[in-house]
């Protein structure tokens, strides 16, 4: 597969990365989480998802400690705005804070965690001055459908919205019949989140099933990594799997080098088939 994604604004964007939920949190695991980020940014995995919402700021301060300020250019770090603080006067305090949590001078992308009461024309205006101050490198959403990333593309600055991060794991296909090609058509990736069905848990048997038993045979590797390869599959896509453990991560980096063929993709399609009409957007 392509390991990296050229943005619309030319950005280079690393396809495979690392998520950042529940990381943080416990001071008795801090020196594993430490190692599991910094083991995959020696492996390839260079993109580093976080949000001021995760643990109040403790996963931002946990990557803050472990990335080295030398590396910074070799990075890309994106977190993201509570909706309630997507807006004048606030967008940019939280922005302010998470960067001195992660101790960096910029953001790589700044996303709208998901559609508050605050108007899309206001955030936009708010991102884009951002970019202006050189506190983030670009923008973009999440948790938007494709009514809503229509309505936020029309409006002054909209199309400058880079990406949009919703769920996508092979058991929750929804957005391949309409969110996936539309955002494809204009430029822009899909970033997976819960890319490995959160280990398996967003649904029964999944890891179990004999499609993904019969590929991660086939290949040599995990269901973990047989479902990160499945949303990295198509080229429009990007995937932040999340691992606490250096082991998982050292086995999640494996899919960078996995390309699955369109006969295994038409195996899982049998245990979990692609959609047939619009399905509302997947959220955890
Ligand atoms: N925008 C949004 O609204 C939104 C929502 C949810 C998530 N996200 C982002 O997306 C990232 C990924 O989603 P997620 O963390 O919810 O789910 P996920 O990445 O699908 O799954 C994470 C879980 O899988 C386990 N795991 C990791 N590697 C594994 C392996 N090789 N084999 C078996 N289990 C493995 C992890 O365990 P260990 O940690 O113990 O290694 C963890 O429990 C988040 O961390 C976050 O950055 C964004």
């Keep these: 597969m392509n390991k990296n994604m050229i943005l619309k604004n030319g950005m280079v964007m690393p396809r495979l990365g690392q998520g950042t939920w529940y990381m943080g949190e416990n001071s008795t695991v801090k020196k594993e989480e430490i190692a599991a980020l910094r083991t995959g940014i020696e492996r390839g995995m260079t993109l580093i998802d976080t949000a001021e919402m995760y643990g109040d700021g403790a996963s931002e301060i946990l990557i803050g400690e472990a990335l080295r300020h030398e590396e910074r250019e070799k990075l890309f770090v994106v977190s993201k705005v509570y909706p309630h603080n997507a807006g004048k006067g606030k967008l940019e305090k939280s922005l302010d804070q998470s960067l001195q949590r992660l101790q960096m001078e910029y953001l790589d992308m700044y996303l709208l965690h998901w559609r508050g009461s605050i108007p899309?024309?206001?955030?936009?205006?708010?991102?884009?001055?951002?970019?202006?101050?050189?506190?983030?490198?670009?923008?973009?959403?999440?948790?938007?459908?494709?009514?809503?990333?229509?309505?936020?593309?029309?409006?002054?600055?909209?199309?400058?919205?880079q990406l949009d991060q919703v769920l996508y794991h092979v058991a929750s296909r929804g957005v391949e019949y309409s969110l996936l090609p539309w955002l494809t058509e204009h430029q822009m990736p899909l970033m997976a989140y819960c890319p490995m069905a959160q280990g398996g848990t967003l649904?029964?048997?999944?890891?179990?099933?004999?499609?993904?038993?019969?590929?991660?045979?086939?290949?040599?590797?995990?269901?973990?990594?047989?479902?990160?390869?499945?949303?990295?599959?198509?080229?429009g896509t990007i995937a932040i799997p999340k691992a606490s453990q250096e082991s998982h991560v050292i086995e999640n980096s494996k899919a960078m080098d996995l390309l699955l063929t369109e006969e295994d993709i038409a195996l899982l399609s049998k245990d979990f088939p692609a959609p047939v009409r619009k399905e509302y957007l997947d959220i955890v």
């Design 203 to 235: 649904g029964r048997g999944i890891y179990q099933s004999p499609s993904v038993q019969t590929l991660s045979e086939k290949y040599g590797v995990s269901p973990a990594v047989i479902l990160i390869a499945f949303v990295l599959a198509h080229p």
């Design 120 to 161: 899309f024309r206001e955030t936009i205006e708010c991102m884009e001055q951002m970019v202006q101050k050189g506190k983030i490198r670009s923008w973009g959403v999440s948790n938007l459908d494709l009514d809503e990333m229509e309505e936020l593309t029309s409006l002054s600055g909209g199309t400058h919205c």
